[in-house]
């Protein structure tokens, strides 16, 4: 058989994406706790500013269980991974579109 699995190459690339979306997150949401007293901030409301962070951190954290195959991993794993991902996807898109739609 031929499968098609993901390469070691696209694997590290994918978590080295997933990892700076994580960190520009919680550098974001430093930035908005350190200037939470500030009124440009206070006009966008950190509660807010805080949720999209977590949700763009959720959202690209997506790319953990897209990057498990069978190649490496065992089929309970894989199983585990591919029912975490639409759950993960749609987590996070709803918590970043809804602090976004909030403000409205």
Known sequence: KNFYFIGDRLRIVGLILCSSI??????????????????VVLASQ???????CLGAIILGSTIIPLS?????????A???ACM???????FGFTMTFSALFSKL
Do not use: E, G
Request: proline share 5%; glycine share 0%.
């Open 22 to 39: 994580a960190l520009l997150s919680i550098f974001c949401a430093s930035w908005v706790i350190y200037n939470r007293k500030h009124r």
């Open 46 to 52: 950190p509660i807010f500013l805080l949720m999209v």
């Open 68 to 76: 498990i195959d069978d190649q490496r991993f065992s089929k309970s």
């Open 78 to 80: 894989c199983d585990v």
């Open 84 to 90: 975490s991902t639409p759950w993960l996807f749609s």
